[in-house]
C-alpha cells in the first residue's frame, strides 16, 4: 500500500484543465499575484506546545518574520493567510482545527510545524492525532523537535517558493471539498498507514 | 468513633495515610474538615490509583492539608474491582473537588454519587473508548486511527462547556440557536433566564 499522489486528491479525478493556455500574460500574471501573496502572508499561529515558544523567538527581533512580510499575526482566522500549527494537536482539538481552517478565506496554505503536528511525534498515544494532515492538508512540514527559528524561516521560505510555482490556470488549486462534521478528509486506510507507529513505538503493541 | 470505618493506617515517607471504608468516606472527611482540633479545611488533590497487580483494588485518594496547622493527611478509600466503582463526592465538603472527581471519573470510569455534574473533563462527551489510566486500557487507545480520528472530528467543541460555564462568560445569550439548542439536547442543564434590570 503506497502512497500515491492521486489518492490525495480524493480519487485521481483532478487533473490540470487549464481553461486559459498559460501564454505570456497570464504568467506575468502569475508572476506578479505570487509575488505580492509570497511577500505579504499573515499567518494564523495555532500554538500549542513548545513549538509555540520557537515561533515567538521566531516572530521577535532577532529572527523577526517580519522580513518575509509576516509580521501581521492575526488571531482571527478570517484575516489569515497561513495556518501555523506550532505543537502537538490532540483529538480533542481536530474539530477545531478544521473549523478554524474552514474559516480562513482563499488563498490558504498551512505549515505544520514540529514532529508532533507532522506525525505525532512521541505521543503515540490514545489522545493525540498522527499528524495533522489527517484533518487539514498541509504544505509545509517543519521537522525538529522543537525546530529552530532558522528551521522554521527554511519552512517559509520553502512556502514562499511553493507559491511563485503556482499558477491561476490551474482551477484546482483553490478548489475546497466541503467536508461535513466528522468526515474525513483522506481515505480512512490511509490514516490508518500514516498512523503506523515507527521507531522505538514499534515496540509497543495496540494490546500492551 | 467511626469503628470499622477506618481499616488501617500506616506512616509511609513522613505521610499518614489513613484507609477508610468506601461507604462512610464522606463521613469520615466531613469529620475531619469540621472538628476543631483536625481542621483539614483545603483538599489539596483527589486523585485515583490502579495498581499493576490486578488482585489489588483501585484506590481513591484525597490529600487533605490544614491551612491553619500546617498539617497534611492522607486518606484512601478502596474500591474492590468485582464491585461498582462509586463513592460518595465530596464537592458539598470543598468545591475544589468538583473538577477534581471529574477527571477521575474521565481517566477511571469511577463514578461519585451526588456529584452536580459528573461527565468527562479531559476527553470530549461522546469519547466511547472507555477509560484511558485503567491499566486494561491499551495505550493507543482501542479503535483504528481512522475511527479515533472521524469520532473526534464529530465531536462538537461547544459541547465541551456547561450552561453554568457559559453563564459565568455572560455567553449564553449571544450564542447562536444552533448551537443553543445543540447545548441543551446534550442535558447541560437549563439555560438562565436572562435577568430582568429593575430600575425601580
Sequence with gaps: MGLKPSDWSGGGQQRIVGQVSPNWVTTRLDFLVNWARANSLWPMPFGTACCAIEFMATAASRFDISRFGMERLGYTPRQADVLLCAGRLPFKLAPVIRRIYEQMPQPKWVISMGACASTGGIFDTYAMVQGIDTVVPVDVYVPGCPPRPEALLYGILLLHKKIKGETLADPTLRTERHLERGDLRIPARLIDELSEPFGNSIHQTRSA | ?200
Design chain 2, 1 to 200: 468513633m467511626f469503628g470499622s470505618s477506618i481499616e488501617r493506617a500506616l506512616v509511609s515517607c513522613g505521610q499518614t495515610i489513613v484507609y477508610v471504608d468506601r461507604h462512610h468516606a464522606r463521613e469520615v472527611l466531613r469529620w475531619l474538615r469540621d472538628t476543631p482540633d483536625e481542621d483539614y479545611d483545603y483538599l489539596v488533590d483527589l486523585t485515583a490509583v490502579e495498581y499493576r497487580d490486578p488482585e489489588r483494588p483501585l484506590e481513591v485518594v484525597y490529600q487533605l492539608r490544614s491551612l491553619k496547622r500546617g498539617a497534611e493527611l492522607r486518606v484512601k478509600a478502596e474500591l474492590d474491582k468485582d464491585q461498582p466503582l462509586d463513592v460518595d463526592s465530596v464537592v458539598s465538603l470543598w468545591r475544589a473537588a468538583d473538577w477534581l472527581e471529574r477527571e477521575v471519573y474521565d481517566m477511571f470510569g469511577i463514578s461519585f454519587r451526588e456529584h452536580p455534574d459528573l461527565r468527562r473533563l479531559l476527553m470530549w462527551e461522546t469519547y466511547a473508548e472507555g477509560f484511558p489510566l485503567r491499566k486494561d486500557f491499551p495505550l493507543r487507545g482501542r479503535f483504528s486511527r481512522a475511527e479515533q480520528v472521524r469520532q473526534a472530528l464529530a465531536a462538537s467543541p461547544e459541547s465541551n462547556y456547561s450552561m453554568e460555564e457559559l453563564s459565568v462568560a455572560q455567553a449564553q445569550y449571544d450564542l447562536p440557536p444552533d448551537m443553543r439548542e445543540r447545548l441543551e439536547r446534550g442535558e447541560r442543564g437549563r439555560v438562565p433566564e436572562p435577568k430582568v434590570q429593575d430600575d425601580g
